[in-house]
């Protein structure tokens, strides 16, 4: 089996390529992104621009599935709306119908975003629950969705869009985004580093391992059959930051790190109210979940 993997470079695209790597039932993996991405026996690397057609069409040709994770993403698509609209619409538009044109039925898997949800939810949040996006990037994510079950139903792509929640723990991650702290968290604790966190130690988010992010991703690129529901969210966990920095302290005993809350009310409203999320598509299809806090750290830290 053939996979392109278009944003390999990031931190999601880089785990789900290396457990490609891994597959028997994989024989060939086409890496698609504008930034160096590590180099893999069955890896074939594209670098540049995947709306360039030459690239385009190099990574593309002979491909069974298409996992499509590149975007601009919440803060930097509120800042930059031109940008935006040329990456998460423009040029991801070019490549549905492209592909529909070119290679129709491809499984095509899309990242979308649980950004696709307003800001007041109900509990639990549920495949039911109304889609009323307030950021920009929630907004456009929608659009695609909206399009691709529509291809779908036609048969011109097989298509699906997964959303993700917060996935767990990028070391490092950009600052200028307004959920680093989360993962921050993660890596302060294992250093012995001190964070004052900008939500209450009650406050809920959702969280989600990369490791099984990546693996969902992949499940999507092979299931057989996913039914009539082409847009879901993910499993992942509503996890209270005061259980997270338990189960962090379970893993890292003698962590000096000390954890502090200062709540700062823009942040609370947007990654600290998160109801329970109920995700009956994905986990009837097979997706995988992270089943509490420990898992969720072990998994982050094997």
Request: glycine letters at 6%; one cysteine or more; hydrophobic letters at 45%.
């Amino acid at each position: 089996m053939k996979i392109t993997v278009i944003g390999a470079g990031g931190f999601v695209g880089q785990h789900i390529v290396a457990r490609l790597q891994a597959r028997q039932d994989i024989a060939d993996i086409r890496a698609v992104d504008r930034v160096t991405m590590p180099e893999g026996p069955k890896t074939t690397r594209f670098i540049g621009d995947f709306a360039q057609p030459d690239l385009r069409d190099a990574a593309l040709a002979g491909a069974d599935s298409v996992i499509f994770l590149a975007a601009i993403l919440g803060g930097a698509a509120e800042a930059d709306h031109a940008l935006a609209r040329r990456v998460n619409l423009d040029a991801t538009l070019e490549l549905i119908d492209h592909l529909k044109d070119t290679a129709p039925g491809i499984r095509f898997v899309n990242a979308s975003t649980v950004a696709v949800y307003g800001a007041s939810l109900p509990d639990p949040c549920t495949d039911q629950t109304p889609l009323e996006p307030v950021l920009l990037y929630g907004a456009q994510k929608l659009m695609i969705e909206v399009l691709l079950s529509t291809y779908a139903k036609r048969g011109w792509l097989d298509a699906l869009s997964l959303r993700p929640a917060g996935v767990m723990a990028r070391d490092g991650a950009d600052s200028a985004l307004k959920s680093a702290f989360m993962s921050r968290l993660f890596h302060a604790v294992r250093r012995g580093e001190d964070i004052t966190l900008p939500v209450g130690e009650n406050d809920r988010s959702w969280m989600a391992s990369v490791e099984s992010v990546a693996q969902n991703f992949i499940h999507a690129a092979v299931l057989p059959d996913p039914g009539p529901n082409r847009a879901f969210s993910l499993p992942a966990l509503s996890v209270r930051f005061g259980d997270l920095v338990t189960a962090l302290r379970r893993r890292f005993p003698d962590s000096p790190s000390r954890v502090s809350y200062a709540p700062e009310p823009q942040i609370v409203a947007m990654f600290g109210n998160h109801p329970e999320l109920v995700t009956e598509t994905a986990m009837r299809l097979g997706f995988l979940a992270d089943a509490d806090a420990d898992m969720l750290v072990a998994r982050v830290f094997p």
